[in-house]
């Protein structure tokens, strides 16, 4: 099955946590704190694998994660990082966010690329000893990894895409280009799934091909199977407009190629104004030349080149490989989208801002690092509940309280902790 779509959560791992710790051998007196600081967690990678051509590996799994971080240890040890998790996709996979719909990343190329990092592992106490505290008792939580939901889309990258109506011929003009072999058959909608093939001009010269599943009159508005493949044209520089010259289906093929390039600039203003060579296909079983020549006049009226040619006998087909080969030569290479993304910058350490707000006379006190601090302080022991004090007072937190009319007796909260403010 060919899936070329799919949504799925990662998250990276956390840091470990720093160790509380203090040295201890014999004949050693006061050894000291000695807790090490916790591991960095393992990042979540993307990396291009070529022997993919489908998302399918994401259809039933939708959750990833990365490996944490392990604690510190004694002895300053730190602890062992997480393992990065690699995620393999298929090469032309875009990589967009589900909340703005913003690309992160274009997996075009061969490096891998980091989706959500780990995060940082949190210092052991031995961080904290100066010399008026010599015996701190506490350490810090590691930092939790990058979490996000995303988008894999795939956008498929081919130099030369092959569009027009169901069973015009474009699944057999490839197999005699290339050597794909897709379905062929002589009834609508056989090709289900793009068809990548390459076309070999000379030793070095070659350009990729996409045939894409048939477009219909209100493909852009989800009929047919053309609006689930559209976006695989995307990266195309040179489109093949393949249409019916002898009418054998009962169409005009000035109207079908009207109706699809109308198709193409409802999906897409940019796709629309992609360069085109018209084929005129099926000429050998052309009974009447009069849609062939109507066809030729509209073509020459549009500045567009139009080629005779017969799939199925390959006649003319070398002409039209030629004559696409030299207008490629003069195309930008295939498109590489820029990410849009802009992520959420990375709380400063040294950013210590809170808010405060009122709830039933309780003065509430909210702020992510506050948050992380007291995962990391021993409210049993004096030195450390002192040290979580002093952070509150410099950072402002007392007068800020005070501001706001804080009386002797009135209730702090911070996160579950509850304390009868005293001036």
Same mark, same amino acid.
């Given at each position: ?9 990662? #998250? ?12 201890? *051998? ?38 990833? *994660? ?24 298929? #090469?032309?996979?875009? &990589? ?50 990058? *979490? ?11 130099? =030369? ?6 069973? =015009? ?28 093939? =390459? ?17 219909? /009159? ?48 409802k999906y897409s203003e940019t796709l629309a104004k992609r360069p085109q060579i018209l084929a ?12 062939? /020549? ?29 004559? =696409? ?38 003065? &509430? ?6 948050? #992380? ?44 902790? *509850? ?5």
């Open positions: 099955m060919f899936i070329d779509i799919a949504k799925i959560k990662i #998250r990276a791992g956390k840091g470990g946590n720093g160790a509380v710790a203090f040295h201890r *051998e014999k004949y050693v007196a006061a050894g000291g704190p000695d807790g090490g600081d916790g591991g960095h967690g393992g990042n979540i990678v993307f990396q291009v694998d070529d022997n993919l051509s489908t998302l399918m590996d994401f259809r039933y799994k939708r959750k990833y *994660e990365a490996q944490n971080g392990a604690d510190g240890g004694t002895k300053k040890c730190t602890g062992k990082d997480g393992k990065d998790l690699l995620i393999r996709v298929p #090469r032309g996979t875009l &990589i967009r966010d589900v909340k703005t719909n913003a690309l992160i990343k274009d997996l075009s190329d061969d490096e891998p690329f980091i989706v959500a990092a780990g995060g940082r592992g949190g210092f052991g106490n031995a961080r904290f000893a100066t010399p008026t505290r010599q015996v701190p008792n506490f350490s810090k939580p590691g930092y939790p990894g990058e *979490e996000k939901e995303i988008v894999l889309e795939l956008k498929l990258l081919a130099d =030369v895409g092959l569009l027009g109506f169901p069973n =015009v011929g474009k699944s057999t003009l490839l197999s005699i280009i290339s050597s794909a072999r897709p379905k062929i058959a002589n009834y609508h909608f056989t090709t289900l799934a793009p068809n990548l093939g =390459v076309v070999s001009i000379a030793e070095g010269a070659s350009f990729v091909v996409a045939d894409i599943p048939g477009i219909i /009159e209100g493909a852009s508005e989800g009929a047919g199977l053309g609006h689930d493949f559209l976006r695989h044209i995307d990266r195309c520089r040179l489109l093949i407009h393949l249409v019916d010259a002898s009418g054998s289906e009962g169409r005009d093929p000035v109207v079908d190629f009207e109706t699809i390039n109308e198709e193409l600039k005129a296909n099926k000429t050998d079983i052309l009974q009447d030349n009069t849609l062939l /020549e109507k066809l030729k006049a509209y073509a020459r009226k549009q500045d567009i080149p139009v080629f005779e040619i017969s799939a199925a006998t390959n006649t003319g087909v070398n002409e039209l490989i030629h004559a =696409v080969w030299n207008k490629l030569q003069t195309l930008p290479p295939v498109k590489i989208f820029e990410p849009e993304y802009i992520a959420p910058q990375e709380e400063d350490s040294f950013d210590q801002s809170f808010d405060i707000h009122i709830e039933d006379g309780v003065y &509430i006190v909210e702020a992510k690092w506050i948050e #992380r601090m007291m995962g990391s302080v021993n409210f049993g022991d004096n030195e450390s509940r002192m040290y979580f004090e002093r952070v509150l007072k410099n950072a402002g937190l007392y007068d800020k309280l005070e501001e706001m009319g804080i009386k002797d007796g009135d209730t702090v909260s911070i996160y579950g902790l *509850e304390f009868d403010y005293i001036k």
